[in-house]
T-cell receptor, first 116, second 109 residues
Framework: GAVVSQHPSWVICKSGTSVKIECRSL??????MFWYRQFPKQSLMLMAT?????????EQGVEKDKFLINHASLTLSTLTVTSAHPEDSSFYIC????????????FGPGTRLTVL | KQEVTQIPAALSVPEGENLVLNCSFT??????LQWFRQDPGKGLTSLLL?????REQTSGRLNASLDKSSGRSTLYIAASQPGDSATYLC????????FGTGTSLTVIP
C-alpha cells in the first residue's frame, strides 16, 4: 500500500492563530487526497476532498474559509486551520486515494491539534 | 445518507477468547467494505478489504464477512491476544468512505 506521512504529528496553538498541517504521499502521485476529522471517542468524519490543481470540495457543514486546503502538487496537500478556536481541537487525518477514493484509501498517521 | 453503526461500542475479553465485532449500514448499494484498526492517538491500519462481489476475507486470525442484502459485516478475531487491544473501525465505501462508530476492544492478559 501507499505510504502517507503527516506533519506535524501534534501541535498546540493559541486561540486565534492559524495552523498548517501537511499530508504527503511518499511513494506515488495522488491526484486526490481526503481530509478527515476525529473528535475524541468518535469516528472519522470526512471534511473535504482535495484535488490536485483545483479547488477542494467540502462536505456540508465544513467552513471552507476556515479550513483552507491546498493541493499544489501530486504528493502534497495542506490543511490550514485559520483563526483556530478550542472547538477545533481534534485529530486530523489525511488519506490518499489511488483510485479516486471509490475503492481504497491509504491513511496518514494523523495530527493532534490542541487549541488553548 | 449512509449511516454505519458498530456494536458493541466497547468490549473486554480475557486472552484467548474468540470474538465477533459487528458493523451495520443503512444503504446496501456499496462498493466495498474495509475494516481498520486504530491504536490510541494513531492513524488507521487496514486489516481487511472486502469487495462488493466477495462475501468474506481472511488474514491470519482475522476473518471478515459481508452480507450486503442485510447491511451487515462481521469481524471475527480468533484466539485474541493483548496486542489486539485497539479500536476497530469499519468503513463502507461508496464514492467516499463512511466510517462506523468503532468498537474499543480490550484483551485482558
Amino acid at each position: 500500500g501507499a505510504v502517507v506521512s503527516q506533519h506535524p504529528s501534534w501541535v498546540i496553538c493559541k486561540s486565534g492563530t492559524s495552523v498548517k498541517i501537511e499530508c504527503r504521499s511518499l511513494d506515488f502521485q495522488a491526484t486526490t487526497m481526503f481530509w478527515y476529522r476525529q473528535f475524541p471517542k468518535q469516528s472519522l468524519m470526512l471534511m473535504a476532498t482535495s484535488n490536485e490543481g483545483s479547488k477542494a470540495t467540502y462536505e456540508q457543514g465544513v467552513e471552507k474559509d476556515k479550513f483552507l486546503i491546498n493541493h499544489a502538487s501530486l504528493t502534497l496537500s495542506t490543511l490550514t486551520v485559520t483563526s483556530a478556536h478550542p472547538e477545533d481541537s481534534s485529530f486530523y487525518i489525511c488519506s490518499v486515494a489511488p483510485g479516486g477514493g471509490t475503492d481504497t484509501q491509504y491513511f496518514g498517521p494523523g495530527t493532534r491539534l490542541t487549541v488553548l | 445518507k449512509q449511516e454505519v453503526t458498530q456494536i458493541p461500542a466497547a468490549l473486554s475479553v480475557p486472552e484467548g477468547e474468540n470474538l465477533v465485532l459487528n458493523c451495520s449500514f443503512t444503504d446496501s448499494a456499496i462498493y466495498n467494505l474495509q475494516w481498520f484498526r486504530q491504536d490510541p492517538g494513531k492513524g488507521l491500519t487496514s486489516l481487511l478489504l472486502i469487495q462488493s462481489s466477495q462475501r468474506e476475507q481472511t488474514s491470519g486470525r482475522l476473518n471478515a464477512s459481508l452480507d450486503k442484502s442485510s447491511g451487515r459485516s462481521t469481524l471475527y478475531i480468533a484466539a485474541s491476544q493483548p496486542g489486539d487491544s485497539a479500536t476497530y473501525l469499519c468503513a463502507v465505501i461508496k464514492n467516499q468512505f463512511y466510517f462506523g462508530t468503532g468498537t474499543s476492544l480490550t484483551v485482558i492478559p
